[in-house]
Structure formats: C-alpha cells, structure tokens
C-alpha cells in the first residue's frame, strides 16, 4: 500500500515536496489554509540558486519552465554610498545562470501546476503517535489521519508543536516593505537609479534595498535596528505617517535614495523573527517540518532555497520503494540540520554585517560573496 501523505502549507516548501511526489506517482494531500491562490499578494522576487533551487526544480522535471519565466538579468546588483555615490554595480555574463530571479507568484503557478490543493484547510494541531496514525485537527472539528504529516507552514508553524517547543524570536531587526508599479514609465529616475536587479544602500544601523520584480513592479525595504515595539507611537496603517517616520529615520541620505520611500504606494511592517541557529528535535515517527517550520533564518536569499530542496529530497526519499517510510525521514532530517545549521550560522553573521553600526562591514561582505 501507498503511504498516506500530507504536507501542511502550500508554499515553495510543501508545493515542491508534494511536486517532487506527483513525478513519482505517488498521492499526497497537500493542505493550505489560504482559501484560494490569490488570496494574499505572493511577495516579492527570489533568486533560485544553481545548487540548491534550481536542483529542486530539477528533480521536480520543472527546470526548463523556470528558464523560460526567470529573470537573468535580475543577478544584477549595485550598492550606493548614503550621498548616492556608486560604490559598487555587479553585471552578471550573459550566459550566467547561477542564482537568476522568478516572482514568487510565477513559482507558485509553477509548482502548483496539476496539483490538486485543499485550499481554505487551515490546522489547529497535529497529533502524533495514535493508533491509527498521526492525527491532523482542523478548526471545523474535522479530523484525518496519516502516515506523515509534513509540516511546511513556515515560521508560525501548527506542526511544529508536536515535535519542538521552539518559538521564533525577534533577531532586532525590522523592515518595513513599500513597493513601486509600472517603474520603467512613472519613475524612470528611479528606474535607472535601481538598475536591472536590486540597489542597496547601507547606513549607520540601517539600509535601504530596492528589488526589480517583473512587469516593471519593484520592492522596497527598508531596514533597520530598533526594539519590537518601535512603533507604539505610530499608526501603521496611516501611509503617510509611516512614510514620514521613515523619512525622518533616513534623514540626511540622498534626496534620489528617499525617493523610493516618497513615492512607495503602500507600507507593510515584517519585523525579522529567527529559529535557533542549530534549532533539531528528537524524531518522532509519522511528523517532520521543512523550511521556516524547520529553520527560520534571516531573508538574505537562502530560506526558500533550502526549502525547495528539502522538499525534493524528502519526496524522492519518501517516494522510494527501497527502505522504511520512518528510516527515510530520519536520515532526511540528520542531513537537513546539518546543513540548515551551516546556514543559519552565515545568514544571522550576515545581517549583523548588513544593518550594522559600521556601513563598511555591509560593502566587504558583499565583496566577499559577490564573484569577481
């Protein structure tokens, strides 16, 4: 008989384990607490790297339709001096490839494909142990068991009580998220201030990034240092209130870099939460998480790399005919922590580099990253 499967979240993570699955015809139940696709705007853009993304996609028979949607050119990066001054600007080859950019929308579409999602399936609490499997609890009442449940509902995870008692924590950083449409035609100064790719100025416990997204849309984030409840003063649903704040946060910088805050259309607050660097658990038969479930980090490129891949490698693990389903889900994870662990480890060393009282240590640590 076919193990019974489910995966809780519907998003790179869950969509390319259940992907991987599908392609080795095996069932699995994928659910999504989201009522539909759309019901949320997707975010921003990713760069999938050649090693850990893209090899995902790869295994999900997916890498040929991600070349054609994904966005080469959005390799491109350049960092400002906070006068506006040019510092740095990486170009990437034409024929480079190795982390190119996809909206997040476009990957969702991608992994989604003919997967049959139960949308509006949000969980309450999942169970392990019970006689007839591991049981998953839904708000309705509802109840299903199976044979693994796979938690990929990222940071706030329903799953991972039922393995862990870690909760994510504040990392001390918060960004604040606006964004521009139709940049190329309303604002072309900024367009040219931004480039192909992303533009990042660093500043005194602060920095300002702006990142191409496709159809002329661009993200803004700014960043900075300061304690969670930085804003109890302030309305953050009143825009122009926050865009003053943020302004006067900013003051001194550039009037070409403000301008991607003076004309932002909207602001959303994404304080910056964290698991433990080396966040494991003891195994327990029937449940594992993947991703910000497994190993939330700092957003600096790797997150959903690394869940792509986990979801890939534990489908084609689970998927084999040649071990035992509960074997196959324990050396997945012994090799999941060892390498989430690695880069837990770079990317909080990363953004304390990156919002860091010393701007420069922001530069090197691009030159150390960036090829040459």
């Known amino acids: ?18 992907r991987v699955l599908h392609r080795h015809a095996h069932p699995v139940t994928v659910l999504e607490r989201d009522p539909a696709p759309d019901a949320r705007p997707p975010g921003g853009t990713l760069d999938l790297h050649e090693k850990l993304g893209q090899l995902a996609l790869g295994k999900a028979g997916l890498l040929a339709e991600f070349e054609a949607l994904s966005r080469p050119e959005g390799q491109a990066m350049r960092i400002l001096d906070t006068d506006g001054t040019v510092l740095r600007d990486w170009q990437p080859r034409p024929d480079d490839r190795a982390n190119p950019e996809i909206d997040r929308g476009q990957l969702r579409d991608l992994l989604l494909g003919p997967l049959d999602v139960q949308w509006g399936r949000g969980v309450t609490e999942v169970v392990p142990g019970t006689r007839d499997g591991v049981l998953v609890r839904f708000p309705d009442g509802r109840q299903e ?7 990929a509902d990222g940071a706030w995870s ?32 900024l367009a040219r201030l931004i480039g192909d790719g992303s533009m990042a100025v660093y500043g005194v416990n602060r920095a300002l990034v702006a990142q191409r997204n496709s159809g002329g849309h661009v993200k803004v ?19 122009e209130a926050v865009r003053s704040s943020l302004l006067a ?12 805050l003076r004309r932002g259309i909207a602001f959303v607050h994404r304080p910056l939460y964290v698991l433990p660097v080396s966040h494991t658990w003891a195994h327990v038969p029937g449940v594992t998480l993947l991703g910000d479930a497994a190993h939330l980090m700092p957003p600096l490129g790797v997150g959903a790399n690394l ?10 693990s689970v998927a084999s005919d040649s071990g035992d389903l509960d074997e196959a889900v324990r050396a997945f994870e012994e090799q999941m922590w060892a ?29 150390e990253v960036q090829p040459s």
């Open 158 to 189: 329903r799953v991972r009580p039922a393995l862990s008692s870690a909760t994510p924590h504040y990392a001390g950083v918060t960004s604040v998220e606006t964004s521009l449409d139709d940049v190329d035609t309303r604002h072309p100064d």
């Open 1 to 18: 008989m076919r193990h019974r499967i489910a995966v809780i979240g519907g998003g790179p993570a869950g969509l390319t384990f259940a």
């Open 221 to 239: 984030y700014a960043q900075f240092r300061a304690p969670l409840d930085w804003h109890t003063n302030l309305d953050l649903a009143d825009v």
């Open 249 to 260: 946060l900013f003051d001194g910088w550039a009037a070409p870099v403000l301008g991607l």
């Open 339 to 367: 390498r989430a662990g690695r880069w837990a480890k770079i990317t909080a060393a990363g953004l304390e580099r990156l919002v860091s009282p010393d701007p420069a240590e922001a530069l090197a640590f691009f030159d």
């Open 145 to 151: 068991t199976f044979d693994l449940v796979v938690g």
């Open 307 to 316: 869940a792509m891949l986990e979801g890939a490698e534990l489908a084609e």
